[in-house]
């Protein structure tokens, strides 16, 4: 059995800074790609950042040049860094992971951007 376990996320005003974790453990077996997603309260979920095994990264336009996804294969944990935060970025974050055997999702963490 496969679990994610996120941490990170709160409150923030705008213009700071979270980073959100996401740490897999059980019988995983060829992780290809780690990611996160976003869904805000209304709105559909929609992807924020991937990242491949073999470090290759793609970010939503929305996040480009303000987030940064890394990941730490030894650890089998993905890591969101995220600055300049906007209200817009207020969501619950997901992370997950895509593996030869299926993908795998996070319990989900709130990232509040207010002031």
């Known amino acids: 059995q496969v679990r994610l376990v996120q941490s990170g996320g709160g409150l923030v005003q705008p213009g700071g800074s979270l980073r959100l974790s996401c740490a897999a453990s059980?019988?995983?077996?060829?992780?290809?790609?780690m990611g996160w997603y976003r869904q805000a309260p209304g709105k559909q979920r929609e992807l924020v950042a991937t990242?491949?095994?073999?470090?290759?990264?793609y970010y939503a336009d929305s996040v480009k040049g303000r987030f940064t996804i890394s990941r730490d294969n030894a650890k089998n944990t993905v890591y969101l860094q995220m600055n300049s935060l906007k209200p817009e970025d207020t969501a619950v974050y997901y992370c997950?992971?895509?593996?030869?055997?299926?993908?795998?999702w996070g319990q989900g963490t709130q990232v509040t951007v207010s002031s």
């Open positions: 990242i491949t095994n073999g470090g290759s990264t």
């Open positions: 059980g019988s995983i077996r060829s992780i290809y790609a």
């Open positions: 997950t992971i895509a593996t030869v055997s299926g993908s795998y």
